[in-house]
């Protein structure tokens, strides 16, 4: 099977000449119908509808958030966030308790759930067999992230508050806050892990690296940034969800601030919803300007697993 | 000497002194154990391979390859693309390892190790037995960390600002990047950073160099400073070079091994590879006749 002189001339452009130009019109007539007229239409619509669709999700977005930025307005102030709750007086109401509640809550959250998240999703990625049993795994995973957050709030009553006697307490909340973003975060981390090229492990193994100093050395910090992006919007699920916290019984009248991990508490989300479910108008300023402290937070987190991300992959060496 | 057992002589060259064994034209048979050929222990052979298959799954990527490779030589293996080279290569330093259905049969030891023996730790292993890959791959870190990381997790116990400006000067890469030493390595060009991974693996002075088409991925220029670099490594390296390029066999190995379709065909000096090969299907190969 050598190759020929004649394999060549196939591939040589055509010769100089009227025949070459002559062919390339008779073919396009008789083969194609280009219509581009209607194609143009067509794609313009497509455009335009695209457009709309845009249109309508950010502008419910921006109407939801001009509504209950108009609702806050009056009600935001410095004594707004340092001032606990009052239910006779809503003008000297603060969010303090809620706030500090909050954040003993993230807090203790991601106490457990980032090493725990890392820890396996490490293991899963990087030390499991790939078989039949650990996709089953990954997919049981997958499928707890979208399990709904009240599901988990019955677990935390029965296994926290119930069987560990940890009773209403901030530590219960965060357990249970564990449980519900602890998928996500393996996932996330698994995502980030597997991200990770195999050429950089190849080179560090065939260095003389151990299992561990690979994975210390080079597919952590690699994958670092997109793990935190995970843990950063996993957290903020966990700041935004009131159900599984009704549902242990975090109170929602709290005029102290937690001082230990088995105090009881209030957070953000519940004491917008008790705000809310008061018939007096004053109380739903209140509950408008604790929103948007609350979007304020979430937005903050956002910013920050964006900013984390960008800062980290500027920083090579 | 023309029998179907050939004795090869390259004249001043080291390997005229290594005993090598009756030489079948198909394949080349190592001595059947250190002690039975009497050979000076410096140049009896680093890696001898019997009757060596390597499978993935129920797959025979490469089919009882049997040779003998010699130290501080430039041994190249080639042939047509898929028929086992780096399938071979990998197995040297275990890493198929990572290669989930891989299974192996057949001996193969390498320095002082039974390869595939359950006493081998392929940690251990590979500081001796390094290797580059076909694509440039550094870490995404600084050139000085590039090529100190992997003294400093063996536990490399000299300086390591000496360490790292003799490896990069053994790879003639310190002019050009002595003043950016703790620059990020990706900003280097691809042949240089080729050229730092084999920095950062003779950093961890192993006695095998194991190399996959190094210059695959690399301009007509960088090739030449890599095959330059080879050349000059054999005087302390063996270097086990893969290549699909067959002017590159010819230019810098002492050695050439032909594979096809997962067999060892035929493997003998360069010279008689590519002058005088006793195999139909080397000489078709080589001759440009198929692959
Ligand atoms: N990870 C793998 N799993 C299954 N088959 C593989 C794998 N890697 C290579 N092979 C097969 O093994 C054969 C030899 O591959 P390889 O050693 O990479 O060839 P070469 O380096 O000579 O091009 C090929 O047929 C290839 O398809
Ligand atoms: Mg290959």
Redesign the pocket.
Known sequence: MSRSQADWTLAAPAPPGGSYERSRTDRTDALFRPRLGLRRFIGTLFAVTCLLMTVAAIGMLVVLLVRVGLDARPWLSRHFLTNFPSTLYPERAGIWSALVGTAWLIGLTSLFSVPIGIGAAIYLEEYARKNWFSRLVHLNIANLAGVPSIVYGILGLAMFVRFCHLGRSVLAGALTMSLLVLPVIIIAAREALSAVPDSIRHAAYALGATRWQVIWHHVLPAALPGICTGIILALSRAVGEAAPLMMIGALTYVAFVPSGPLDTFTALPIQIYDWVSRPQSDFHGLAAAAIVVLLAILLTMNALAIGLRSWYQGRQP | MMTDVQEYDLSNDRSGTIARPAIPAVQVRPAASSDAVPQSADDAPVITTDALSIY?GK?A?VQEATMAIPPRQVTAII?P???????LLRAFNRMNDF?PGMRVTGGLRCLDWEVYGSKTDAVELRRRVGMVFQKPNPFPKSTYKNVAWGARVNGYRGDLDELVERSLRQAALWDEVKDKLHASSLALSGGQQQRLCIARAIALQPDILLMDEPCSALDPIATSKIEDLIDALKERYTVVL?THNMQQAARVSDLTAFMYMGRLIEFDATNTIFTSPHNRQTQDYITGRFG
């Not at chain 2, 693309?81 to 399938?87: A, E, F, H, I, Y």
């Open positions: 993935y797959f990527a042939g693309s898929g028929c086992g080279k780096s399938t290669i893969v």
